[in-house]
């Protein structure tokens, strides 16, 4: 968490050295500081349609901005090194202008392309072979509801759901970016409803980092899931039909209350037989957990047939979708983490900018088999 914030002060510094030079004067400076503001600002209004949408195209533009000025700032100060003086005031400020510009437009552009893009989704199958299968799951996740979000996508989901008719449908975090009670007055109840109905067997949810921004006094992530037919394993277990589930309290959800995540072995679930005494369960086990970190160090038990999250959204959008692999062991897709096999998700949706570029919407069809 430092070290993030220290490299998000540092990107902001180095928004405000950039953007500055690009009028003379302290109309440059004001203009600098008017674009930070507007950026906390955003963030500030996030449950809004204008906070919402300042958010949106910040976000892309913060990225392509750091893209151009990391290189600019490296040769201003290779160059000062080298000759000995600094580059004159009138081509530093035509440079900051020719960037400044050419930042806005890739972001446009990114923009024009990825809003529409990520308003389909794909829907990816995979087979997963088990002792005891014999059933089928459809999961998702990151579908950060907010002001952008475009609810005729989740009226698709709806229907492919109902279509494919699964055992369960499982959910892997990040549901929503407004409290509950927005959730209700925009009609998102009605809607979840109608998702989760479309599981045979359950639905089954955890939570995400997203949710820990929304813990407060009168919004309560868990306790909305629960009402809209999803079953919310908060470090929990639960045997269901034909498998058993176990869903870890995100790490930031854990952190804003205060508290350790449980150990994973104190998870395992099990079954208690009509006789006395208690047996390890012989049905598929399958882990939830928003991010893809793996197993936790040190642990030494049963091991998950099976491991879903989100969380990384593949990157979204250029450059992210080129560096997401460099912070993530298993970035997107299918691989193995700690000795388990493990899917990630892109999630359904995004966070912030409603835009892809590089990547692809999806959901996924899993189907546990013999």
């Known amino acids: 968490m430092v070290f993030f914030l220290l490299l998000l002060l540092s990107g902001l510094v180095l928004i405000y050295i950039n953007v500055s030079p690009v009028l003379p004067g302290r109309r440059g400076k004001l203009l600098a500081l008017g674009v930070l503001v507007s950026i906390f600002a955003g963030m500030s209004a996030r449950g809004t349609f204008v906070g919402s949408l300042a958010v949106a195209f910040l976000s892309v533009w913060l990225c392509q901005a750091l893209l151009l000025y990391i290189p ?39 923009c024009a392309y990825g809003v529409p893009h990520n308003a389909k989704y794909v829907l990816h199958e995979t087979t997963v072979n088990l002792p005891a299968g014999g059933f089928t799951a459809v999961f998702f996740s990151d579908i950060h509801v907010d002001p952008l979000f475009d609810r005729a996508k989740l009226e698709r989901m709806i229907a492919d759901v109902d279509s494919i008719a699964p055992d369960y449908l499982l959910f892997g975090g990040d549901l929503a970016d407004v409290p509950s009670a927005t959730l209700d007055e925009w ?51 639960a045997c269901i039909g034909q498998a058993c589930f176990t869903g870890r309290t995100d790490f930031q959800v854990a952190r804003g209350r205060g508290v350790e995540r449980r150990p994973l072995a104190e998870l ?34 049963r091991l998950p047939d099976f491991a879903l999250s989100g969380h990384t959204h593949n990157g979204q959008f250029f450059p992210g979708n080129f560096v997401i692999n460099l912070v993530w062991r298993l970035a997107y897709g299918e691989g193995v983490l700690d000795g388990v096999r493990w899917l990630v998700s892109a999630g359904v949706d995004c966070w912030g900018p409603p835009v892809r570029v590089g990547t692809d919407a999806d959901m996924w069809v899993v189907r546990f088999v013999r």
Not at 81 to 110: F, Q, W, Y
Not at 189 to 213: I, P, Q, Y
């Open 72 to 110: 600019w700032g490296v040769f201003r100060v290779v160059r000062r090194v080298v000759t000995r003086r600094a580059l004159d005031g009138r081509s530093v400020m035509l440079a900051c202008r020719g960037l400044l510009v050419a930042t806005v437009a890739m972001t446009l552009g990114l």
């Open 268 to 301: 395992v679930p099990v079954e208690v037989p009509a006789d006395s005494g208690s047996v390890q369960t012989v049905r598929p086990w399958i882990l939830l957990d928003h991010q893809p970190k793996g197993i936790e160090p040190g642990y030494s038990g």
């Open 187 to 237: 009609g998102y109840d009605t809607l979840f409803k109608k998702l989760t109905a479309g599981a045979k067997v359950a639905a089954v949810a955890v939570n995400g980092n997203h949710e820990g921004m929304q813990e407060f006094p009168g919004s309560s992530p868990n306790d909305w899931m629960r009402k809209v037919g999803f079953v919310v394993l908060d470090d929990s277990s």
